[in-house]
């Protein structure tokens, strides 16, 4: 069986790859993308901490996360079709009609 360490360290690394992605990255698409990657590295905390614990709650948390993830990719794609249509780019720097 593999140690609940092992899950919890893939968990951090995909989360930290993803909130680099975010943070540096400039285009719409890629911080949707690094935004999906840190919510399933959540995912596998959840479901790594329902195993060793033998309970179901974290995986029912898995089942709201992945509608949520589901949820905020339709709206996020939506958002990008519609910015680019106004603006003519996907980098979020250059987008500045959704300032209020």
Not at 16 to 41: D, H, K, Q, W
Not at 57 to 62: K, P, S
Not at 66 to 87: D, P, Q
């Amino acid at each position: 069986m593999i140690p609940l360490h092992y899950y919890l360290i893939l968990a951090a690394i995909l989360f930290i790859i993803g909130m680099v992605g975010v943070l540096v990255r400039r285009n719409f698409l890629t911080v949707l993308m690094s935004i999906e990657l840190m919510l399933n590295a959540v995912n596998i905390n959840f479901v790594a901490f329902a195993h060793y614990m033998d309970s179901m709650t974290g995986r029912i948390y898995v089942f709201f996360i992945m509608t949520v993830a589901a949820a905020e990719a339709a709206i996020g794609l939506a958002i990008l079709i519609s910015a680019y249509r106004n603006t003519g780019t996907t980098f979020v720097d250059e987008i500045s009609s959704l300032k209020g």
